[in-house]
C-alpha cells in the first residue's frame, strides 16, 4: 500500500471547448463526477468512513444543483466492480454510471448511495476514459471533479495524463485538494494542477463548495490599455488570452471603450490562467494572470501609443509604395506599412526602409503618446531608358566616385520607363546581340522631383 494512501484527494480538470463567437450567448456547463470506489474508502476519517463522508457531501452537492440553469451533470466510478486480482490490483474497473442528462441528479443520487468499495485506485486511466463521457458540444463548459482517498496504483500517470490533455487543448491546468497531506506529497502533485488542502470533513465541504462555485459563477474582467499617464486610454486593438499552461487560445477580442470611457467588461472563465497578449505594434501583454471567480478583475497593461503616418511630397509616381519598419537598432520587421496610411505604434524610436528606388533608410523617428508623427519623403522623378536593341544593362546610383546599384533593365524591351528617387544616376548596357564587352554603352542623367528625364543609349 502507498504511504500516501488514507489521504483524499480532489483533481478538478476543466474542458474548455468554447470560441470566441460562443461567448457572448449563454454556455452549458457539464460537470462529470469522476468517484473513487476503492477499498481504501472504508477507512477512517473524522467521525466516519471516508466513503460514507465522501457520498453524503457529493450527494448534496449534487442536489443543490437541480435548480442551476445550464448545468448538467454524470457519474463515473471507478474501483467499484470487481474485487482486486490475484497480484492485488484490477486497473480497468472504471464505468460511467449515469450519462449526461437534464434531469439526472436523483439517479446520481440513488446510484451514490449504492456504491460499495471494493478495488483499487486507477486515475490515469479513469481521467483518459471520463474525456469521452462529454456529449459532442463545442460550445458547452466541460468540467470534471475527480475525488479520490489515495494516488494511482495501476502505473499510470496523473500527472502525464494531465500534461498530454492540457497540450491538446482539451482540458485546462486541474486543481488539487488534499486533505493533511505531508510538504512532500504536495510537491509530487504540482504537476497535476494547483493545491487546495482540507484538513477535515468541515474544510472538505467548503472547498468542494468552492470549486463549484468557481464552475458555475459569472466571472468577469477589464483590460486597461494604460497611457504614458497611466491612465486607460488606449482601445480599439484585438487582444488574444491564451491558456497559460497549454497555450491554446483561449478567447479573442477588440478592445472597446464604452460611451462613458470605461473599458468594456469580457465575459471570462475563472479556471486557469492566462496569458494576455495585445496586439499593438510591437505587441505588449501580461502572463500568469488569474481571476477571482465570480468577481471583476482589472488587468492593467502598459500600452502608450503614438501614430506614425508616411506621405510623398506632391504626386506619388509608385503604384504600391510601402515602409518596412523596425524598432530602433533591430532587425526584426514589425510592420510594413503603406504610404499615405497612419498606423499606431507603440510609443518609442523605429527605423524606416522605404522600398522606393534606390531604398530610403529613415533611422529613430520617434513616435510620441497621442501624437501622430509625420514622415515626407521627396516626390519621385521618371527616367525614360530608350536603347538601340534589347540588351542587359543596370541602373546605379552615383554617389561621388562610388556606383551603387539601383535595379537591372528589363533585357526583353529596347524602352523602359523606371521611377525613381531625387539624384545622380549611371545606366550602364549592352546590347543582346553584341558578344563583345566593349560594346557596352553608360549614360549620366540627373533625376528631379515631378520631373522626367529621357535618356537614350
Not at 40 to 48: A, K, Q, T, V
Not at 79 to 89: F, L, P
Amino acid at each position: 500500500m502507498s504511504v500516501f494512501k488514507n489521504i483524499a484527494f480532489l483533481f478538478i480538470f476543466l474542458f474548455s471547448f468554447a470560441q470566441a463567437e460562443a461567448q457572448t450567448t449563454a454556455q452549458k456547463t457539464r460537470i462529470l463526477f469522476v468517484f473513487d470506489a476503492s477499498q481504501s474508502m472504508y477507512g477512517r476519517w473524522d467521525n466516519g468512513q471516508k466513503i460514507q463522508i465522501a457520498t453524503r457531501l457529493l450527494r448534496e452537492i449534487v442536489d443543490s444543483l437541480k435548480s442551476a440553469e445550464n448545468v448538467e451533470v454524470a457519474l463515473r466510478v471507478y474501483g467499484h466492480q470487481n474485487n482486486v486480482t490475484s497480484d492485488g490490483r484490477n486497473c480497468k474497473d472504471t464505468k460511467l454510471e449515469v450519462p449526461f442528462s437534464s434531469k439526472n441528479h436523483n439517479k446520481i443520487i440513488e446510484r451514490l448511495g449504492s456504491i460499495r468499495p471494493k478495488g483499487t485506485t486507477l486515475i490515469a486511466y479513469s481521467l483518459e476514459q471520463a474525456a469521452y463521457d462529454f456529449p459532442d458540444d463545442k460550445n458547452a463548459r466541460n468540467v470534471i471533479i475527480l475525488i479520490t482517498d489515495g494516488i494511482e496504483e495501476c502505473d499510470g500517470d496523473p500527472c502525464a495524463v494531465s500534461l498530454a490533455l492540457q497540450k491538446r487543448g482539451v482540458v485546462l491546468k486541474p486543481f488539487v485538494i488534499g486533505m493533511g497531506l505531508e510538504p512532500e506529497v504536495i510537491d509530487a502533485f504540482k504537476c497535476v494542477g494547483n493545491y487546495y488542502d482540507a484538513t477535515s470533513e468541515a474544510t472538505f465541504k467548503d472547498v468542494l463548495g468552492i470549486v463549484i462555485s468557481q464552475a458555475l459563477n459569472n466571472t468577469t474582467a477589464q483590460v486597461n490599455l494604460l497611457d504614458e499617464l497611466n491612465r486607460p486610454s488606449e482601445t480599439n486593438v484585438p487582444m488574444t488570452f491564451y491558456d497559460a499552461f497549454s497555450k491554446q487560445v483561449r478567447y479573442n477580442f477588440v478592445h472597446t471603450i464604452d460611451s462613458r470611457g470605461n473599458p468594456d467588461t469580457l465575459p471570462i472563465d475563472p479556471l486557469g490562467s492566462y496569458d494576455l497578449v495585445v496586439h499593438t505594434i510591437p505587441p505588449v501583454g501580461k502572463k500568469g494572470v488569474k481571476l477571482a471567480a465570480g468577481k471583476h478583475t482589472t488587468i492593467a497593461v502598459d500600452a502608450p501609443q503614438g501614430q506614425l503616418e508616411l506621405k510623398m511630397n506632391g504626386y506619388n509616381e509608385y503604384k504600391d509604395l510601402k515602409a518596412i519598419v523596425r524598432k530602433e537598432k533591430e532587425q526584426e520587421v514589425l510592420v510594413v506599412q503603406d504610404f499615405s496610411y497612419i498606423q499606431k505604434y507603440i510609443t518609442g524610436k523605429y527605423d524606416l526602409e522605404i522600398l522606393t528606388l534606390p531604398r530610403t533608410y529613415i533611422e529613430g523617428v520617434n513616435i510620441a503618446q497621442s501624437r501622430t508623427t509625420t514622415v515626407e519623403i521627396p516626390q519621385a522623378g521618371l527616367a525614360t531608358i530608350a536603347m538601340s536593341a534589347k540588351g542587359y544593362g543596370s541602373i546605379f546610383q552615383q554617389k561621388g566616385e562610388e556606383l551603387v546599384w539601383v535595379c537591372n533593365l528589363n533585357s526583353i524591351s529596347a524602352r523602359q520607363s523606371i521611377v525613381l528617387q531625387p539624384g545622380s544616376y549611371k545606366v550602364i548596357f549592352r546590347p543582346l546581340n553584341s558578344r563583345l564587352s566593349i560594346y557596352t554603352k553608360e549614360e549620366s542623367f540627373e533625376i528631379e522631383s515631378g520631373q522626367s528625364s529621357q535618356v537614350k543609349l
